[in-house]
């Protein structure tokens, strides 16, 4: 009978000491969210500059602002967007068993991926070769939805997994990294100047 629950309590010293090791990866970081965050401000500057360039080259300026107002409303529901998708992840992870919290977060990715293609095909258009302004040149992006979301998803999967080692406050500091300051979107009127 002794060696049966020694067996067992070595079994299970086995199983936890494998689990730390997977999960305590630098993947539940959240160093997703920073690169995220960049690519998606890095497309406003990008895309200014190349109104600025059909307004000089067609030698009107309404072309620059009208498309940076416009650019400044696609902006901001992609920058409402980031701050929501950020607080469902963690009410998710938070407030659910890992079952739910799981399908919880497939849902709230799913939707912030349809902004991000929303936001990226608004891009495209108006920056692409024969785009509906007619320009000369591509503008290249660093920006595909698919891969940020995947990435993204993955961080927060990681994280959810850490989380549920930690207790109580530990848990909301670990996951209240990601709804810091540094993580929000930059508004536009600072990245238009």
């Not at 070769?129 to 998803?153: A, H, M, Q, W």
Request: charged content about 25%; proline content about 3%.
């Amino acid at each position: 009978m002794k060696r049966y629950n020694l067996l067992i309590v070595l079994l299970l010293l086995i199983f936890n000491i494998t689990t730390a090791q997977k999960k305590g990866t630098p993947a539940a970081d959240f160093s997703a969210v920073g690169e995220a965050k960049t690519k998606i401000q890095n497309t406003v500057p990008l895309v200014i500059k190349h109104l600025q360039e059909i307004s000089e080259k067609e030698g009107d300026p309404n072309i620059l602002s009208n498309g940076k107002t416009a650019l400044s409303r696609e902006y901001g529901k992609v920058e409402l967007e980031w701050r929501l998708y950020r607080g469902n992840m963690n009410n998710c992870i938070l407030n659910n068993s890992s079952k739910k919290a799981k399908k919880c977060m497939e849902y709230h990715t799913s939707m912030f991926r349809g902004t991000l293609i929303n936001y990226n095909n608004y891009i495209t258009n108006l920056t692409r070769k024969n785009g509906y302004l007619g320009v000369e040149g591509d503008t290249k992006f660093e920006f595909n939805p698919s891969e940020i979301t995947t990435k993204l998803s993955e961080s927060y999967f990681n994280g959810s997994d850490a989380a549920n080692r930690m207790k109580g406050n530990q848990k909301k500091d670990f996951l209240g990294q990601t709804m810091a300051d540094d993580n929000a979107l930059t508004p536009y009127n600072q990245l238009a100047q």
